[in-house]
Each structure stands twice: as structure tokens, then as C-alpha cells.
């Protein structure tokens, strides 16, 4: 009679790390790992073709690993004719096949995909342990203990974590005695900066990759993107590289020019790291110590890492925590009543606003915009147009290379649309065609005027919309007053034009 297997480990796209709390006293007599590729996971909102290679390859190279370990793995492919092309029909049928004991699975990225294996496992009668996520620094529990009682902001949480974690601390206190040194990182780029940029490292699809982009061309012809430039790291050892390459030639460089944005250029300083972070092939730990060090050895200064290490370690746990603390309700959050749809352009960069066409482009090529050009160009122009913030929150899965429901959603959804009326951040993000032109050199090559564009045209108009709701909020004052410094006949201009540019998105 066959053996009975003891636990069969599920692997999910996100969850690459041969190290995470699935693999704790992983026996590889008597436990499996099951991996699949579905369709239902590619198509439950349309994405970008490079977003399904990286996923697609990375599990592979990490399918590889694991066997080249010994470990016996069980693999759907997405082009596998008998692949049933859901992840409660092909656990059904590793248990139905298997007859493990006990399913074990690292807390899912997405509600959505934890509720499923959940209701799974409960109607085939098997057992499931769902362990928590040692990726991250800070438990759902611990932050939700965090927050008992109070509404915890960023900078309090992260300097909690600085202390807790010993990251950038000395003798008990910050380096450099202070906790921020955002002031120092508002610098635009300019002539001879920008000749300083440095590419990040390209890794070219080796013939796994290669194999892959074949199969979504076929498959997934239909959706946005190009596979053409494919070049993100899919294997851990890559992602170590890309680590390297980002400390030694952009973090000297990362917190100046953390804000700004330029022509033709979708990486700039920023790290490219999040997509190999975002998979787990990179543990935040390896790269807040390795940025750390690069400041201990007087390679990069500290207003550069404690910006980096304020990312990852502040920001990207916040994110997490705000997910797990307000899901499921937080993906219908539509605070200030927002009612229109993504733009069509922000899938192909068709339009003549030079901003959103230079972040698309990237967009389109690489599945990719840094964060300035994330939170102030593309969310900007749809908090501004007042775009329903799920459904902005749905574009940036689709479009982006990194995102997994757990980071997308707040950042999407509630820091940049103000979705939930403040739960990440005490004030929209809105500002003006000037500001656009103040940290970028995109006004200069477009038809509009910084003052008169469509961006500002709908910034006024947004201020108009909702300034009853901050009028009483200390950090929007400045705005609401510039408002109604303006006189009618401009407020009556701007309405107008204001509505032509919402007809002529409908
Ligand atoms: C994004 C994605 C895609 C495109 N495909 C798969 C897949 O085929 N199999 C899989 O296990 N995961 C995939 N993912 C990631 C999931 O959508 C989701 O983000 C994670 O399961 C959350 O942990
Ligand atoms: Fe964007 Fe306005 Fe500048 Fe044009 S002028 S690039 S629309 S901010």
C-alpha cells in the first residue's frame, strides 16, 4: 500500500524563499511542495505580459532549486493540458491524488487567495496550517496590537521599528540624531545629474525565461504590454546581484533625488528591487543590512539609506499591516465618493499630458514607474479626476510588475486616492501642474502650461469639490486658502474646463 504523504507545503507565486516558515521541519521523505500556475490567477484581472513572465519564470527557477535540493515537488505549468486552471480544483486534486495529512501554507499576499484555500481545505475535509510570514518584520497581530486604540501614523510605527530592529540606531538613538531627513531629499534633477544615472543590471532571459515569454505570447496575446525587454531578475542568486548593483552604483544617489522625476529615464535612483522583493526571492533584511553597511563605510550618506531603510522597513511594513487590519472592507473605501473610470490612456500613454505619456511609456515597455511618478503623476491625475479608488487600485495590479494585493491596496486605494478618508495619511496627495514642473523637466517638452493644464484645471476643481471636508484639516489650509484666493470668473473657468476634460475621458 503507498505511504500516505505527511504535509504537502503550497507554494504560491509570491512566496519564493527556501528559507520561509513553510519549509520548518520539512522532511523530504515524507513532505511534498505543490506549486501551480493558473489562469485564474492571470486573468482574474487583466496584466501585463511582463508581470506573467516574471511571476511565471521566478516560480520556475524556484521549482528547479528546490529539486536540485531534493525536494519533491509537484508542478502545474500553465500550458499543462490537464491543468484545471484554479487553485481550489488543483488542490483538490493533489489532495484527492496525494492524501496528505495536513496542507501548510504561509499567509497569502491577497484575502482573496487565503479565503479561498481556506473554504478549499474545508470542503475536501484536510486539515490546513497557515503559518505567518517570517518575510516580513512585523506580524498582522503585532501591528494590530500597535493600533489598539489609537489611529499609529508612519513615523511612529517606523521609528518603533527602527528601535525594535536596531536598524540605524546608536547608542539607543537615531544615526545622526534625527529620525527623518526627507528635507535633504526634495532635489530636482538636472543637466549633470542626470549624466551620473546608472543603469540598473539587465539580467537576460535564460532559456527557462525564454520558454516562458513563448508561452504568454501564445496564451495571454491579448494582454497589455510587451514581453520585447524582459530583463528582471527571476532567480534569488539574480536578485542578490541586483541587490549589489543597486547599493554600490544608485544608493549613494537614492534620497536626494527620491522625489524627482525626468525624460526617458523610468528607474533613475530608485532600487528596482521590489519586484524581487515583492516574490520574496530578497528578504528586507539582506537589503536594509547591506544599504546600513554602505553608510558605515562612508559609501553612501545617511540621508540616502535612512530614506531606503524608511521604505522598507517603515513604509512597506505599514502598508502590510494596514492590509491585514482592515481587509475585506478596505477594497470598497471610496471616502470622498469618487465615481469615474481609469482613463484608457493610462494602458497605452496615448495622450498629450507629456507627464502621464513619459510614465506610461515606461509603464508599457517595463511594467514599471517608480514610486514619485506612481504617487504623483498616475494618482495624482485620478484622485484629481476623482477615478473610483478599487478601480485604480485594479489598474495598478494589472500594469505593475510588483504589485500583490497586500501592497497594492493601501498604496494605491488609500495613500494616493484617499480612499479611506485618512486612514494611511492625514491628507490627500494633491497638488498642481507646478508641482509637476518644479520636480521634473516634463512641463518643458509638453504642449500645456504648468498653470493652465489639465492638471492643474482639475487640481482647483477637486479643491473646490471637497474643501467643506478639508477645510478643517490644519494641512490642507494652505491649499483651500489658495483656492479662495482665486476670483469667480477663474473658479467658473476651471469648472468648465474641468468638466470638458472629464467628457472627454468618459
Ligand atoms: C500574480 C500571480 C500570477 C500571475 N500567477 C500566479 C500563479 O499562476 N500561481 C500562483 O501561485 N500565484 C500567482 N500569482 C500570485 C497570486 O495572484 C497572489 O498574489 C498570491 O497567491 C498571493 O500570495
Ligand atoms: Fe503634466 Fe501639466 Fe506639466 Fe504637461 S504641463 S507635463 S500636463 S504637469
Redesign the pocket.
Known amino acids: 500500500m503507498a505511504m500516505r504523504l505527511r504535509n504537502l507545503i503550497l507554494v ?4 519564493l524563499d527556501g528559507n520561509s516558515a513553510a519549509f520548518d521541519g520539512f522532511d523530504r521523505k515524507h513532505d511534498a511542495v505543490a ?4 489562469r485564474q ?2 486573468t482574474y484581472i487583466r ?1 501585463h505580459k511582463v ?2 513572465v516574471l ?2 519564470a521566478a ?1 520556475r527557477h524556484f521549482r528547479d532549486e528546490l529539486i536540485a535540493n531534493g525536494i519533491n515537488v509537484h508542478y502545474r505549468a ?1 500550458s499543462d493540458p490537464e491543468n484545471t486552471h484554479t ?1 481550489p480544483l488543483e488542490i483538490a486534486d493533489k489532495v484527492r491524488r496525494l492524501d496528505p495529512h495536513k496542507l501548510i501554507v504561509v499567509r ?3 484575502y482573496r ?1 487565503r479565503q479561498s484555500i481556506v473554504e478549499t481545505c474545508r470542503n475536501l475535509g484536510v486539515e490546513l496550517e497557515i503559518r505567518e510570514d517570517r518575510h516580513f518584520f512585523c506580524s498582522p497581530d503585532e501591528f494590530a496590537a500597535l493600533s489598539e486604540g489609537k489611529h499609529l501614523i508612519l513615523e511612529n510605527f517606523y521609528r518603533r521599528m527602527r528601535a525594535k530592529h536596531g536598524m540605524l540606531m546608536e547608542r539607543g538613538k537615531p544615526a545622526g540624531n534625527r529620525w527623518n531627513f526627507d528635507k535633504e531629499n526634495r532635489r530636482p534633477m538636472n543637466a549633470a545629474s542626470k549624466k551620473m544615472l546608472a543603469q540598473p543590471l539587465s539580467f537576460p532571459p535564460d532559456a527557462v525565461t525564454r520558454e516562458v515569454i513563448d508561452t504568454v505570447d501564445q496564451i495571454f496575446k491579448d494582454s497589455p504590454g510587451s514581453t520585447q525587454s524582459f530583463d528582471y531578475p527571476v532567480r534569488r542568486a539574480d536578485a542578490l546581484r541586483a541587490l549589489d548593483d543597486f547599493i554600490a552604483h544608485r544608493l549613494p544617489n537614492f534620497g536626494a533625488f527620491q522625489d524627482a522625476m525626468t525624460v526617458g529615464e523610468p528607474y533613475m535612483y530608485h532600487s528596482r528591487l521590489s519586484s524581487s522583493l515583492n516574490l520574496h526571492m530578497l528578504h528586507p533584511r539582506e537589503a536594509i543590512d547591506e544599504a546600513v553597511q554602505a553608510y558605515e563605510r562612508g559609501h553612501a550618506t545617511l540621508n540616502s539609506v535612512e530614506g531606503f531603510v524608511r521604505q522598507v522597513l517603515g513604509w512597506r511594513e505599514f502598508v502590510r499591516g494596514i492590509y491585514w487590519l482592515h481587509m475585506p472592507g478596505y477594497q470598497d473605501m471610496n471616502a470622498l465618493q469618487a465615481e469615474s473610470a481609469v482613463p484608457a490612456f493610462y494602458w497605452t500613454g496615448d495622450t498629450d499630458m507629456n507627464c502621464l505619456r513619459q510614465a506610461a511609456r515606461g509603464l508599457v515597455d517595463h511594467a514599471y514607474a517608480h514610486h514619485i511618478q506612481r504617487l504623483m503623476v498616475f494618482g495624482l491625475f485620478s484622485l484629481l479626476l476623482g477615478v473610483v479608488p478599487r478601480k485604480f487600485h485594479e489598474w495598478h495590479m494589472s500594469m505593475f510588475v510588483d504589485s ?2 497586500w501592497v497594492s491596496l493601501p498604496n494605491a486605494l488609500g495613500m494616493s486616492q484617499y480612499g479611506d478618508g485618512g486612514i494611511m495619511g492625514t491628507k490627500p496627495y494633491c497638488a498642481s501642474g507646478n508641482y509637476i514642473n518644479k520636480m521634473s523637466d516634463y512641463c518643458r517638452g509638453c504642449r500645456y502650461k504648468p498653470t493652465s493644464c489639465p492638471v492643474t484645471v482639475l487640481y482647483y476643481n477637486f479643491l473646490e469639490r471637497h474643501q467643506e471636508r478639508f477645510q478643517t484639516n490644519p494641512r490642507m489650509l494652505f491649499q483651500i486658502n489658495n483656492l479662495r484666493r482665486l476670483d469667480q470668473n477663474t473658479l467658473l473657468r476651471f469648472r468648465r474646463e474641468a468638466d470638458t476634460i472629464r467628457e472627454g475621458l468618459a
Not at 506549486?35 to 493558473?38: I, Q
Open positions: 504560491l507565486g509570491d512566496q506549486m501551480h500556475e493558473v490567477e492571470a496584466q508581470r506573467l511571476f511565471f516560480m500553465i487553485f497569502p499576499g491577497d487567495v500583490i494585493d
